[in-house]
């Protein structure tokens, strides 16, 4: 369910993702993601590499849709969430298309079939149980945090060590998420 958050009451859980495939499609693809808890404040954040996406082709549209599902898994059910992702398809995917796909049986304007339906599907459940709101954010333009995700995303195609915490922190800050304190 994609509901609407009160403008003066920000979502409990703010989440930054990005996905990449180093070919595409064929991979291979990686996740990143940021969670930051803004009642405590904590953050988790990570990212995975994917090198076979079992009957699906690795692509960067699967690796952004999976780098939305590793994020929210695991937060607790009735909780806010903005979702911020750089991916148009993302967002339109999961706050607008789907609706129109279910009513059409999963199909799209052109009669084929959903591409990604199950992760779209999985997303879908998951977010059932938040109250969650997908929003888009300008990719490559200096936003520090959306830039982390992305090194995080890329650094897992690759196999390589992506940003760290002190990387994570300083852009959650850099943006005004958190306090130079780290409050």
């Known amino acids: 369910m994609v509901g609407a958050l009160m403008p003066d009451a920000p979502a409990r859980f703010l989440v930054f993702s990005d996905g990449s495939a180093i070919v595409n499609p064929g991979g291979p ?4 993601f940021v969670v930051l808890d803004r009642s405590r404040p904590a953050v988790r954040f990570g990212g995975t590499r994917w090198v076979e996406d079992g009957r699906n082709p690795v692509t960067n549209n699967r690796m952004e849709l ?8 695991e937060l607790p059910a009735g909780e806010g969430v903005e979702v911020l992702s750089d991916s148009r398809y993302v967002v339109d995917s999961l706050s607008r298309w789907i609706h129109g796909w279910r009513r ?3 199909r799209t304007a052109s009669g084929g079939p959903v591409l990604n339906r199950d992760l779209i599907e999985a997303i879908d459940a998951r ?33 390589a060590r992506g940003p760290g915490e002190d990387e994570v922190v300083a852009a959650l800050r850099a943006e005004g998420f958190l306090r130079a304190t780290g409050t």
């Open 29 to 32: 693809g990686g996740t990143g």
């Open 66 to 73: 999976r780098a939305v599902l590793e994020a929210i898994t």
């Open 127 to 159: 977010g059932r149980e938040l109250r969650i709101h997908y929003a888009w954010v300008r990719g490559h333009d200096g936003h520090a945090v959306n830039e982390v995700v992305d090194g995080l995303a890329l650094a897992a195609a690759r196999g």
């Open 104 to 106: 059409k049986g999963w």
